[in-house]
């Protein structure tokens, strides 16, 4: 658990503090999960909602216009879902309640929280808290102030996936946290920036590696950005690391998401006994932004903006 640390050693979280006596001792714990929120039989559900298994099918990287249009309609949404969680983010408040706010405001949307169900997973968000790499499920444990917790929305409407997350800090956090979450949206950014039509997608994992590696940060690999549309989860993968097997060429029409985990420490995670949350191998914290990108003739366009944005 304190791979790199020996006893008695300065921890590298930046309190100045023995390991042990720092954040270590504060390290999260599986908390308390709510039963399953029903979604109302008006809301069209994906083919996994009742049997917890998505079908197998293959779609076309490149979408048709009436998918692209339908993705457009999905980003949007999740994007508001997403902004009305994070403006619930306080201390106090549980994942929980996080969970709560994104199932009701996507039902009031008439999409279906794509998680719920999702290969099983309980909740109808992801809430990923301090050294939680992503797939935090909600439970009763209340938000401090100090922490991060990314909030992970995917919305189902008009029979398509949009998918985003952002990391928010609850009040306010130290210097180090404050620096990670800084990193890891430039490292979105600089993603996204990366599609290119004609270049391979090794080209996105390039730009994000570079500019976090070069700061000292670690690059989380076992979870990729993926292919997304009528599938949750499709081809292609999108690498958040250089990796030259990543030849698939950029084309127009291409939906996919770029999701880049960032870590203080060493980016390999552990997977609680719950099979979902993915915690870093050493407790140090992790942040993660994640947008779901259309490849155009010239670059990308950002499916998961509202209306609001620019
Ligand atoms: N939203 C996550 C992603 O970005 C996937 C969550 S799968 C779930 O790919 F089952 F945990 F919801
Ligand atoms: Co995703
Ligand atoms: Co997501």
Known sequence: MTEGLRAGAVCWCGSGRRYGRCHAAQLLRPG??????????????????????????????????????????????????????????????????????????????GAYPSPLNYRGYPKSVCTSVNEVICHGIPDDRPLRGGDIVNVDVTCFVDGVHGDTNATCV????????????????????????????GRPLSDIGRAIERHAAAAGYGVVREFVGHGIGGLFHAAPIVPHYFDPGATTVMRPGMVFTIEPMITLGTPRPLLWPNGWTAVTADGGWSAQFEHTVLVTGAGAEVLTETDGEE
């Open 32 to 109: 308390r999960v709510s039963p399953r929120r029903p979604a109302p039989e008006a809301i069209p559900l994906p083919d996994y909602a009742a049997s917890g298994t998505p079908g197998a099918r293959n779609e076309p990287l490149v979408k048709s216009a009436d998918m692209i249009a339908r993705l457009r309609r999905a980003g949007r949404i999740a994007a508001e879902v997403l902004a009305e969680a994070a403006s619930h983010v306080a201390p106090g408040v549980t994942t929980d309640e996080l969970d709560r706010v994104v199932h009701e405001a996507c039902l009031a949307r």
């Open 170 to 197: 609850v009040g306010t956090t130290n210097e180090a946290a404050r620096r990670l979450v800084q990193m890891t949206h430039e490292c979105l950014q600089l993603g996204i920036g990366a599609v290119q039509p």
